[in-house]
T-cell receptor, first 112, second 113 residues
Framework: EDQVTQSPEALRLQEGESSSLNCSYTVSGLRGLFWYRQDPGKGPEFLFT???AGEEKEKERLKATLTKKESFLHITAPKPEDSATYLCAVQVISSNDYKLSFGAGTTVTVRA | KAGVTQTPRYLIKTRGQQVTLSCSPISGHRSVSWYQQTPGQGLQFLFEYFSETQRNKGNFPGRFSGRQFSNSRSEMNVSTLELGDSALYLC????????????FGPGTRLTVT
């Protein structure tokens, strides 16, 4: 069965203190790995898609990387507005199956 | 482009009742997926519709059903509501042919009393 595990569950950072979030996955065949950001009471906001090991994508203070077994979301010099829950999801290679399987998320709190 | 819209945003229902939630995807997107989000179980896949056909279904009881219309708008129905159905119900749309990103709406918060 496909599994997605995120760590840590929660992360408290001081403004400017860089850190990384981990998403490890066990799937039969990866079509894509997705990172989302979710603010309380809102729907997940799409951040990145990664398709193959070695791929990296950046957006402002966020950088996502992918290996064969895990993905990292690096937050560089975070600001309070980066506080959110970050969700990782995988999509497996299967005919006509495009569902996302989500991890439990990492809740990031950035203090000024 | 307008994003995914969901109505209503909030609902309070009584156990045993039924409820219908609506989702309008991003213009041009033909795939609509539904997810349930709870604090204990996280985000779980309910079902996906593509061109008015259910293409995939998650592990939820038959009380949960859906449909998609020719304009790609989708509805989700839950019959005989249980307390455990209280959750944030999220709809996501994606375009055909990849790159398979799904864009989520704001969700419908359902409370069953």
């Amino acid at each position: 069965e496909d599994q997605v595990t995120q760590s840590p569950e929660a992360l408290r950072l001081q403004e400017g203190e860089s850190s990384s979030l981990n998403c490890s996955y066990t799937v039969s065949g990866l079509r894509g790995l997705f990172w989302y950001r979710q603010d309380p009471g809102k729907g997940p906001e799409f951040l990145f898609t990664l398709y193959s090991a070695g791929e990296e994508k950046e957006k402002e203070r966020l950088k996502a990387t992918l290996t064969k077994k895990e993905s990292f979301l690096h937050i560089t010099a975070p600001k309070p507005e980066d506080s959110a829950t970050y969700l990782c999801a995988v999509q497996v290679i299967s005919s006509n199956d495009y569902k996302l399987s989500f991890g439990a998320g990492t809740t990031v709190t950035v203090r000024a | 482009k307008a994003g995914v819209t969901q109505t209503p945003r909030y609902l309070i229902k009584t156990r045993g009742q039924q409820v219908t939630l609506s989702c309008s995807p991003i213009s041009g997107h033909r795939s609509v997926s539904w997810y349930q989000q709870t604090p204990g179980q996280g985000l779980q896949f309910l079902f996906e519709y593509f061109s008015e056909t259910q293409r995939n279904k998650g592990n939820f009881p038959g009380r949960f059903s859906g449909r998609q219309f020719s304009n790609s708008r989708s509805e989700m129905n839950v019959s005989t509501l249980e307390l455990g159905d209280s959750a944030l119900y999220l709809c996501a749309s994606s375009s055909e042919g990849g790159p398979y990103e799904q864009y989520f709406g704001p969700g419908t918060r359902l409370t069953v009393t």
